[in-house]
């Protein structure tokens, strides 16, 4: 069975990670995106040291999409160089893992709906 894939992600404000969030959801690139507002950073760019607000988004999805969904993402991104990083999940709920596969149709949906927290 394939395994699930964490992608984390920042944004520069909610509306695009909601946006974008929701085009890959419909696109079945992820099964499901977690954003986490008001977060803030303090960064290395092109020489310098900046702050910023930003949000933090966790996507839900599969290893092999991974491909898929950097290149989805970075299309639609905002920033000239996102920060992308996928994160193996080394271990999973049966279900958990189910839904996130069928969600991006690698599995057979139950079709019954689940809501994420």
């Not at 969030?21 to 992820?30: C, M, Q, S, W």
Request: glycine share 8%; net charge negative.
């Amino acid at each position: 069975m394939e395994r699930p894939l964490l992608v984390y992600t920042t944004f520069p404000d909610l509306a695009s990670a909601l946006n974008i969030g929701e085009a890959l959801v419909r696109e079945r690139l992820v099964a499901c995106i977690n954003v986490l507002p008001g977060m803030h950073s303090v960064y290395s760019w092109q020489g310098t040291v900046a702050r910023g607000e930003e949000v933090a988004a966790i996507l839900k999805s599969r290893e092999g999409l991974a491909d898929a969904l950097s290149a989805a993402l970075k299309a639609r991104h905002p920033y000239e160089t996102p920060i992308i990083l996928h994160l193996p999940v080394a271990g999973a709920d049966a279900d958990t893992a189910a839904r996130i596969l069928a969600e991006t149709g690698a599995g057979a949906s139950n079709g019954s709906p689940v809501q994420e927290a």
